[in-house]
């Protein structure tokens, strides 16, 4: 009876650690031609993935364009669309497919332009924008180097 208790136990650790892998480690992916992972969403999960992409895009676009024009109150309210604040929206099947990598690169973008906003309201200095801009940018390249969507 013990042994069969030992046994049972085992089964359930290697179930719960198979588990924890695909859901946490690699969420839902596979290999694609180019060597990227490919992240399985369904439609909606594309669409909405997508739209925040080109709200960061846009967020950079802003960012950019308000240093260059010295324009703090146009980069705070940029950077804040992308903060973290965002992330209420997201829904849970997009964070349950996302491979843990990639959703601690999407976080700390996020909380990135949560940062970028603070600063931008406290310290008024364009200079820092951009070089907290500057170490943005790797982590959007980064990600888009190591995954693709279907
Ligand atoms: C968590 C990983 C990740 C991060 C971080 C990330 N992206 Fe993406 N992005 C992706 C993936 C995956 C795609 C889809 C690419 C594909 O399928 O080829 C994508 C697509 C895009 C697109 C195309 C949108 C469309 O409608 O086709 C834009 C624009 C974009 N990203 C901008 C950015 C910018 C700017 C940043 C940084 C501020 C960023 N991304 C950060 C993963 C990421």
């Given at each position: 009876m013990a042994r069969l208790g030992w046994i049972l136990f085992l089964i359930m650790t290697l179930i719960a650690g198979a588990l924890a892998y695909k859901f946490?480690?690699?969420?839902?992916t596979e290999l694609a031609a180019d060597g990227r992972k490919t992240i399985l969403f369904e439609e909606s999960e594309r669409t909405f993935f997508l739209n925040e992409m080109r709200n960061f895009l846009i967020a950079v676009q802003q960012i950019s364009d308000g240093i260059e024009k010295d324009d703090m109150d146009q980069i705070v309210a940029a950077a804040k669309k992308v903060g973290?604040?965002?992330?209420?929206?997201?829904?849970?099947g997009i964070m349950g497919k996302l491979p843990l990598a990639a959703k601690k690169m999407g976080l700390s973008t996020h909380r990135a332009f949560d940062q970028m906003a603070m600063d931008a309201e406290s310290l008024g200095d364009k200079d820092h924008t951009l070089s907290q801009l500057n170490k943005i940018l790797p982590t959007c390249t980064a990600c888009h180097s190591l995954y693709r969507i279907m």
């Open positions: 946490i480690l690699s969420g839902d973290s604040g965002d992330l209420a929206h997201v829904p849970a």
